[in-house]
């Protein structure tokens, strides 16, 4: 994507002959021209928004608000042109939204060879183990099934990961997992907690359920009972 005339007008992202994708990435090209509060925001400034907006689409994912999804996708695709602009202007290693998309549509190609190329997958199965030897060839660097694996996750969802990492390397089955009707497992400090857990959600990813999933749910509960309260 090259950079408009600064002598000519720029082109109106809102034109109905220019594609909705292209406008919104010559939309935020824009704002980052002439956006005073845009053009001081980085990658490492811009963390806690994304952060935001991809909590808000989990919210519509998981409340079925048809039109809040819509929007919040949209807003996290703002996001992703954010990044991608400012990585436009670097002057050591410059790429742009386009680079981006070139690089999730070979990387889409590679990982489903049942889709573009001649290997077969009839079951989720299948289709899975041909995705992860894609993604080992990719990858090839990497010395342990933890490269990769964020330390940035929620605590729950890094557990329920951790665990499926554990059961390729053989040790997915030392965490003790609760007796089925158990209510409570009375830890008597921080670090049984952390055991309790982890216990907790090794169960839940036996049952394939998720446990992150779980919490949020019952806290909107949670959210709900706290606001009858309040309205007495």
């Not at 996290?76 to 070139?102: G, K, N, T």
Request: charged content about 30%; aromatic content about 4%.
């Amino acid at each position: 994507m090259t950079d408009p005339d600064p002598s000519g007008p720029d082109v109106d992202p809102l034109r109905g002959d220019v594609d909705p994708l292209r406008g919104a990435a010559e939309a935020m090209q824009q704002v980052r021209d002439r956006c005073v509060w845009t053009q001081q925001i980085d990658h490492r400034a811009l963390v806690p928004y994304l952060v935001e907006e991809s909590a808000e689409l989990i919210d519509a994912v998981e409340t079925g608000d048809r039109a809040e999804l819509r929007e919040e996708l949209g807003d996290l695709l703002w996001q992703v042109l954010f990044h991608a602009e400012i990585a436009s202007r670097d002057e050591r290693d410059p790429f742009d939204i386009d680079d981006v998309a070139r690089g999730l549509t070979e990387k889409m190609v590679r990982r489903h060879p049942h889709v573009f190329g001649d290997a077969v997958a009839t079951t989720p199965e299948q289709v899975l183990v041909l995705w992860n030897a894609a993604k080992a060839a990719e990858k090839h660097e990497r010395t342990s099934v933890l490269d990769g694996v964020s330390e940035h996750m929620p605590a729950l969802a890094l557990a329920q990961k951790l665990l499926g990492k554990a059961a390729h390397v053989g040790i997915g089955s030392a965490v003790e997992r609760p007796q089925r009707g158990e209510t409570s497992l009375q830890p008597r400090n921080e670090a049984e907690l952390g055991d309790a857990l982890l216990a907790l959600v090794a169960m839940a990813r036996d049952n394939g359920w998720d446990a992150e999933r779980a919490l949020r749910a019952r806290l909107r509960g949670f959210e709900g009972e706290i606001r009858a309260a309040e309205a007495g």
